[in-house]
């Protein structure tokens, strides 16, 4: 909450100051970049539950696809990741479960574990899937 009020402070002085708009702009980058939060979310996609593309799109957004022009996005999901305690947490298991806590493992925080809790927001099939990997088949 600390860090908050600083970079909330920062932010109003370098707003109404005299200064141009780019040094104002510098100064708040500073600002944020020198302290990295300890608890953050990371967006680990951004698609519809459905996938992208979807099946039998024929749109120009997933012909772009298929011809390397556009890379992979992931089922729509986020991580909570705190540093603090050293655990991180997913909202929703998507069917693209594998590759984001990967993304959380390799890129976020590498505790040990693959990951510390899993929040569901709703019922709906895209948001579920992901579960079954945590099944003796797939995590033994």
């Known amino acids: 909450m600390r860090t908050f ?3 909330c402070l920062i932010f109003c002085l370098a707003l109404f100051n005299c200064n141009s ?3 104002s702009k510098e100064i708040i980058e500073t600002a944020i970049i020198s302290k ?3 608890q953050y979310i990371a967006v680990l996609g951004i698609a519809q539950d459905a996938g992208y593309p ?4 024929e749109n120009d957004c997933c012909k772009s696809f298929y011809d390397s022009e556009e890379s992979e996005k992931f ?3 986020l991580g909570l990741v705190d540093l603090n305690e050293k655990k991180k ?4 298991a998507t069917p693209d479960f594998t ?8 890129n976020h925080l590498d505790n040990g574990s693959i990951i510390d809790g899993v929040f569901l927001t709703h019922a709906h099939i895209g948001h579920y899937t992901g579960l079954m990997y945590f099944g003796r088949e797939a995590y033994g």
């Open 5 to 7: 009020q600083i970079l």
């Open 36 to 38: 990295k939060p300890n």
């Open 75 to 77: 089922v729509s999901s």
């Open 21 to 23: 708009k780019e040094e």
């Open 54 to 57: 979807h099946i039998n799109c």
């Open 89 to 92: 947490y997913i909202f929703d």
């Open 99 to 106: 590759e984001q806590t990967q993304e959380l493992k390799t």
